[in-house]
Antibody, heavy 119, light 110 residues
Framework: QVQLQESGPGLVKPSETLSLTCTVS????????WSWIRQPPGKGLEWIGD???????TYNPSLESRITISLDTSKNQFSLRLTSVTAADTAMYSC?????????????WGQGTLVTVSS | QSVLTQPPSASGTPGQGITISCSGS????????VYWYYQVPGTAPKLLMY???QRPSGVPDRFSGSKSGTSASLAISGLRSEDEADYYC???????????FGGGTKLTVL
C-alpha cells in the first residue's frame, strides 16, 4: 500500500523560499504522476503542479513563475520549491499520487504539512 | 481561482438523500472527467468518485456521481452522521492546462 509523507519547515519568512519533500513508501516512484496540492486555512484546494516519473512537469500557471517540482528516484522522493513567499502562501501543503496526465485523480494523499509564512 | 462552482453548504437529516452540484464550463467538466473528494476537517482529502461515476473500492454504493454537459453532481442516499464533511469536485481544465477544484461544499447532517 503506497503511502506519502511530507516533510519540511513549518515556518518560512516572507520573501524566502519554501522547500518541501514528499517521501513515497510501499511502492516505486518510477511510475505514475506525483502532485502537490495546497489548502489555505479555512479555504479550498489548489493544485500546484505535478511531475511524471520521466521528469515531465506541469505547473499551475498562476504559480509557475515561482515553483519548481523535482524528482529523486534514488530516494523515492519528490520535492517542491516555492520562491518569494508571502502570507498568501500560508497553507496546508499535501503531496499526492496522480494516475495520468489531464486527470484530477489524486490517490492516495499524504497527511499534509502546515506551512506558515511569517516573520 | 475556482471556476468549478459548488454550493458552499448543504444539509440533511439521517436517512435522507442529498445532491451536491458542481458547475463548470466546456473547457473543464464539458470535456474531461470529474472527480469528487471527501474531507473531514483536519484530515487529508480522500478520493470518493473518479471518472464521473466510478467508486473506488471501499466507497459505499450510497454515493453516486453523474455528469451532464458542463455540470456534475454527487448524490448521497441514506445520509449518515459520518457523511458530515467537506466535499470537493475536481476536473482537468484544457484552457488552464491544469487541475481545477471546486470551492467545496460543507455537508451537515442534522
Amino acid at each position: 500500500q503506497v503511502q506519502l509523507q511530507e516533510s519540511g519547515p513549518g515556518l518560512v519568512k516572507p520573501s524566502e523560499t519554501l522547500s518541501l519533500t514528499c517521501t513515497v513508501s510501499g511502492g516505486s516512484i518510477s511510475s505514475y504522476y506525483w502532485s502537490w496540492i495546497r489548502q489555505p486555512p479555512g479555504k479550498g484546494l489548489e493544485w500546484i503542479g505535478d511531475i511524471y516519473y520521466t521528469g515531465r512537469i506541469t505547473y499551475n500557471p498562476s504559480l509557475e513563475s515561482r515553483i519548481t517540482i523535482s524528482l529523486d528516484t534514488s530516494k523515492n522522493q519528490f520535492s517542491l520549491r516555492l520562491t518569494s513567499v508571502t502570507a498568501a502562501d500560508t497553507a496546508m501543503y499535501s503531496c499526492a499520487r496522480g494516475d495520468s496526465r489531464r486527470s484530477g485523480l489524486f490517490d492516495p494523499w499524504g497527511q499534509g504539512t502546515l506551512v506558515t509564512v511569517s516573520s | 481561482q475556482s471556476v468549478l462552482t459548488q454550493p458552499p453548504s448543504a444539509s440533511g437529516t439521517p436517512g435522507q438523500g442529498i445532491t451536491i452540484s458542481c458547475s463548470g464550463s466546456t473547457s473543464n467538466i464539458g470535456s474531461n472527467y470529474v472527480y469528487w473528494y471527501y474531507q473531514v476537517p483536519g484530515t487529508a482529502p480522500k478520493l470518493l468518485m473518479y471518472r464521473n461515476n466510478q467508486r473506488p473500492s471501499g466507497v459505499p454504493d450510497r454515493f453516486s456521481g453523474s455528469k451532464s454537459g458542463t455540470s456534475a453532481s454527487l448524490a448521497i442516499s441514506g445520509l449518515r452522521s459520518e457523511d458530515e464533511a467537506d466535499y470537493y469536485c475536481a476536473a482537468w481544465d484544457d484552457s488552464l492546462s491544469g487541475v481545477l477544484f471546486g470551492g467545496g461544499t460543507k455537508l451537515t447532517v442534522l
